[in-house]
Nanobody
Framework: QVQLVESGGGSVQAGGSLRLSCAAS????????MGWFRQAAGKDREGVAA????????VYADSVKGRFTISQDNAKNTLYLQMNGLKPEDTAMYYC??????????????????WGQGTQVTVSV
């Protein structure tokens, strides 16, 4: 089992920055992929970014490329999402997720086995 705990959410004005963290514990060496997802009110969950732990390869949704950066500190078993240039449309609950298997599609939430409780990000005009 793997436990994930997010932190770092909050309220910022458009153009501001936030850094989300996701602390992983438990059987963490089983994890191959970790990712960030978000779900805005009334909308479907969407993949934001993901990282393949062993190589550090990263992937991003087009909507956040150039603004968000996913990174990891394997020594601390912590995943990060640096969010710059935030826009009101980035407002959502952000979730950390982990997958012990190889993924056929990184943005498919149903391929991730472990999920955190989420942290709210609100961006105002």
């Amino acid at each position: 089992q793997v436990q994930l705990v997010e932190s770092g959410g909050g309220s910022v004005q458009a153009g501001g920055s936030l850094r989300l963290s996701c602390a992983a514990s438990g059987y963490t060496h089983s994890i191959k992929w970790m990712g960030w997802f978000r779900q805005a009110a009334g909308k479907d969950r969407e993949g934001v970014a993901a990282i393949y732990r062993s190589t550090g390869i990263t992937v991003y949704a087009d909507s956040v490329k150039g603004r968000f950066t996913i990174s990891q500190d394997n020594a601390k078993n912590t995943l990060y999402l640096q969010m710059n240039g935030l826009k009101p449309e980035d407002t959502a609950m952000y979730y950390c997720a982990a997958a012990p298997d190889l993924l056929s599609r990184w943005s498919a939430g149903n391929e991730y086995k472990y999920w955190g409780q989420g942290t709210q990000v609100t961006v105002s005009v």
